[in-house]
Nanobody, 125 residues
Framework: QVQLVESGGGLVQAGGSLRLSCVNSGRTFSTTVMRWFRQAPGKEREFVAIISWSGNVTNYADSVKGRFTISRDGVKNTVYLQMNSLKPEDTAVYYC??????????????????WGQGTQVTVSS
């Protein structure tokens, strides 16, 4: 069984930075594709970033490209989302996702079966 626990959300002013963390309790983290999604009030959940199991390939939604960076630490079984130059439109609950096709590197690939509980990010103008 895989459990995902996110942390690092909070309130920040526009232009600021936050780093989200997601600890994956599963024993197959090193071969698991990891993703971040977000859901703003009244909107559907949307893809933010994906990182391959090796960590060598990453992809991002156009709305965050150049501002957000996804990374992973195999020793800590943790995936990170470094968010810089935050904008009010980045305000959302951010969810960590694990699994899906092991070779997936596209943001359009189906998400995995495992989701975290979400962490709130609020960006004030």
């Amino acid at each position: 069984q895989v459990q995902l626990v996110e942390s690092g959300g909070g309130l920040v002013q526009a232009g600021g930075s936050l780093r989200l963390s997601c600890v994956n309790s599963g024993r197959t983290f090193s071969t698991t594709v990891m993703r971040w999604f977000r859901q703003a009030p009244g909107k559907e959940r949307e893809f933010v970033a994906i990182i391959s199991w090796s960590g060598n390939v990453t992809n991002y939604a156009d709305s965050v490209k150049g501002r957000f960076t996804i990374s992973r630490d195999g020793v800590k079984n943790t995936v990170y989302l470094q968010m810089n130059s935050l904008k009010p439109e980045d305000t959302a609950v951010y969810y960590c996702n694990a699994g899906g096709y092991s070779s997936a590197t596209s943001g359009r690939s189906p998400p995995g079966d495992y989701w975290g509980q979400g962490t709130q990010v609020t960006v004030s103008s």
